[in-house]
């Protein structure tokens, strides 16, 4: 599997990751900031939260790494929990806007 393939798959996988308090997963509600497939298949996923005091944060976290570690071709996979910048709900997908009734 080549990089661009892997990260097709990363983004796949981590559209089944969903904030427990949000019907939409991580990568539509704009959480995932930047996806990098490295050299060796090595995964490296920055991502932030809806609020820095989320009371998922841990589930949240450990449901991703989890899930980027068991796709077929990753080597190692890194999960880096960021606030900078701070989420907004500009940030969320059109789909995802529409389905919380924000269009």
């Known amino acids: 599997m080549n990089a ?3 990260r097709d798959k ?6 089944t990751v969903h904030d427990p ?8 509600l704009g959480l995932v900031y930047e996806v990098k497939v490295e050299e060796g298949s090595k995964v490296r996923v920055t991502m932030t939260l809806t609020a820095p005091a989320c009371p998922a944060a841990g589930d949240i976290i450990f ?8 796709i077929e071709g990753v080597t ?5 929990l960021t606030f900078d910048p701070p989420w907004t709900r500009d940030m969320m997908s059109e789909e995802a806007k529409l389905e919380l009734g924000f269009l």
């Open 21 to 28: 308090e949000i019907p939409v997963n991580i990568y539509d």
């Open 76 to 80: 190692d996979a890194y999960v880096l």
């Open 10 to 15: 990363v983004e796949e996988t981590l559209r």
């Open 63 to 70: 449901e991703t790494q989890s899930k980027l570690e068991a």
């Open 4 to 6: 661009s393939e892997l």
